[in-house]
């Protein structure tokens, strides 16, 4: 019997943080009570002013030269309510949107903030935990987002 070993993404090479402030090649970032300045992916798109804001959390994964680079992102939205199993938030930079939970499970109350991300597979848009206190508590899918980085070759693009 053969058996095939699927090759599963490495989330452990990803941590998060909460961007304090951006400019067009790095953002600055709270990760366990440390203030750092990270740089964005080289296929992190432009402009990445626009893209990017203050409150954003986002994962971080190690170059192949020591430094850090930005590889996703997450709004933090504020929820208006459920719809059929759909999750409406409203985030600044693109006003009300209707997005797919990750938890089905989980309740999405009105008035609370949740984590919002675009460009992962499977939805428009996705919306993951409440917004937390510390990127370290925060609920997100780092694996999807690691498999994100393996099925577009970013880790070998990070600088």
Not at 57 to 69: M, N
Request: hydrophobic share 40%.
């Amino acid at each position: 019997m053969i058996v095939e070993t699927k090759l599963l993404p490495d989330s452990s090479r990803l941590h998060l943080g909460v961007v304090l402030r951006v400019q067009e090649d790095s953002c600055q970032i709270l990760n366990e009570g440390e203030i750092s300045s990270v740089g964005f992916a080289d296929p992190f798109p432009s402009p990445r002013t626009e893209r990017v804001s203050p409150g954003n959390l986002v994962a971080v994964a190690a170059t192949p030269e020591g430094t850090e680079a930005v590889v996703f992102r997450w709004y933090d939205a504020l929820i208006l309510g459920e719809e059929g199993g759909m999750v409406r938030l409203w985030e600044p930079a693109h006003g009300e949107v209707v997005a797919q939970p990750r938890d089905a499970q989980q309740s999405h109350e009105p008035g609370t903030r949740a984590y919002l991300s675009a460009g992962l597979p499977g939805a428009s848009w996705w919306v993951s935990g409440a917004v937390s206190t510390t990127a370290e508590k925060a609920v997100v899918e780092l694996d999807e987002v690691a498999q994100f980085c393996t099925n577009h070759d970013l880790w070998n693009r990070l600088g």
